[in-house]
């Protein structure tokens, strides 16, 4: 059975290996070889290390048997059109390539979402790649919707170009309502 805990920086080895893994797999044709050819576990793992250390992103990690498997990060919405303390944004979602499909990523975002929620967020948005349908159609299925904002990034020395997708996480949101019935066919 799959075990959801917060990460702490013991997990810095393993989180580097999922996150390695996954971006190459994910990315594989929609990103520059040279910015995958970066994501080695040695060099994530430095960086995992010192990001553990410091406050302000809740962090979530799903486990199998004593390994850990994916993740989770998320915090204050970074997007200015978002009213700081109103919206929450999930900042990564990842599990093993070997280990997608099996509901593992729908249990860490649900954890995510909750948290968030406990912490007073009503509004939860996702940045995605736009060429990445896999993605978008995980954050579809799960009741997040485009929301027309669109923004460039450069990885690897080339532009990308990423969508937002959003939910209402609060359903004392006057608003949820309405999202949620724009949803339904």
């Known amino acids: ?8 920086p013991s997990d810095a080895a393993d989180l580097a290996l999922v996150e390695s ?11 520059p070889r040279r910015a995958l050819d970066r994501m080695t576990p040695s060099a994530l793992e430095r960086r995992w ?5 410091k406050k302000g992103e809740l962090r979530w990690g799903i486990r199998l048997g004593s390994r850990l498997v994916g993740y989770s ?19 990564e979602l990842y599990i ?62 080339e532009r990308v170009m990423t969508v937002r997708y959003c939910r209402a996480l609060n359903r004392l949101d006057p608003f949820a309502e309405e999202s949620a019935a724009e949803q339904e066919p």
């Open 49 to 53: 290390s010192l990001r553990l250390q």
């Open 96 to 157: 093993h390539p070997r280990l997608q499909g099996r509901g593992l990523g729908k249990e860490l975002m649900a954890q995510a979402w909750a948290d968030l929620e406990r912490h007073g967020f009503r509004w939860g948005v996702v940045w995605v790649l736009e060429a990445n349908d896999a993605a978008r159609r995980f954050y579809e299925r799960r009741g997040l919707h485009h929301d027309g904002e669109r923004r460039r990034l450069v990885h690897g020395g």
């Open 21 to 31: 893994a996954a971006w190459r797999t994910a990315y594989a044709d929609l990103l």
């Open 1 to 8: 059975m799959p075990r959801l805990r917060r990460l702490t």
């Open 73 to 91: 990060t998320a915090g204050f919405c970074r997007d200015r059109d978002m009213e700081r303390g109103f919206a929450a944004e999930i900042f």
